[in-house]
């Protein structure tokens, strides 16, 4: 397998629009995880969705992220509008199971709001 | 709530040990987790403990769990260069819904 993908991998956009990130977990796994990473906040969990279903949604720090999965082998994070503090990199990560089940995480998306 | 800490920074010479610490709060906490992350990647997990262990040894790791402190630390034996990197301490809150809390990490300097 792959691993899991994200894209894009750096975005560079102005503040006030629309950004998208996306992430194909491992092909089987049944958990996907979005997180933000930044010098400040450390590693935050901001969604994680169990068998497309969104579970714990209480890291979203605003009304401006939303986050889909339309299906197991895909998720969206949107931000809109995007603001300069958003800037961050964002991590999507995969499991099988959760527990002791080891998340598999991408490569992020260094996002850089201007 | 739970939360997980971590000091910032620690600088070893090569083929010296590195003990990385680690405090958390939650005590129904199941399992413990140590991740690494080199610069430009994500995490990838190094090693877990489960709740009712003490000790694991991995090769060069070694995990010590104190349950009565709340205290991970995970020690590196003859550390490489390819050793530096951010390590983090994770912890599986068992309330409810399960999640994995991450701390601060912790940036480990190998100096040749």
């Known amino acids: 397998d792959a691993g899991v993908i994200q894209s894009p991998r750096h975005e560079v956009t102005e503040m006030g629009q629309e950004v998208t990130l996306r992430c194909k977990p491992i092909s089987g796994h049944d958990y996907l995880f979005w997180y933000r990473q930044t010098m400040m906040r450390g590693l935050e969990l901001l969604i994680y969705?169990?068998?497309?279903?969104?579970?714990?949604d209480s890291g979203m720090p605003e009304d401006r992220f939303s986050a889909k999965m339309p299906n197991a082998s895909f998720s969206t994070l949107k931000i809109q509008p995007s603001e300069p503090r958003d800037s961050a990199v964002y991590f999507c990560?995969?499991?099988f199971g959760i527990g002791q089940e080891t998340q598999y995480f991408g490569p992020g998306t260094r996002l850089l709001v201007l | 709530g739970e939360d997980v800490e971590q000091s910032l920074f620690l600088s070893v010479r090569e083929g010296d040990s590195s003990v990385i610490n680690c405090t958390y709060t939650?005590?129904?906490?199941?399992?413990l987790y140590w991740y690494k992350q080199e610069p430009g990647a994500g995490l990838q997990l190094l090693t877990y403990?489960?709740?009712?262990?003490d000790m694991k040894q991995d090769q060069r790791l070694t995990v010590l769990l104190n349950k009565k402190d709340k205290h991970l630390s995970l020690r590196i034996a003859d550390t490489q260069t390819g050793d530096s990197a951010i390590y983090f301490c994770a912890e599986n809150f068992s309330g409810g819904y399960q999640k994995v809390t991450f701390g601060t990490g912790t940036k480990l300097q190998v100096i040749p």
């Open positions: 969705f169990n068998n497309n279903v969104p579970i714990d």
């Open positions: 990560a995969s499991s």
């Open positions: 403990i489960f709740s009712n262990m």
């Open positions: 939650d005590s129904s906490s199941t399992y």
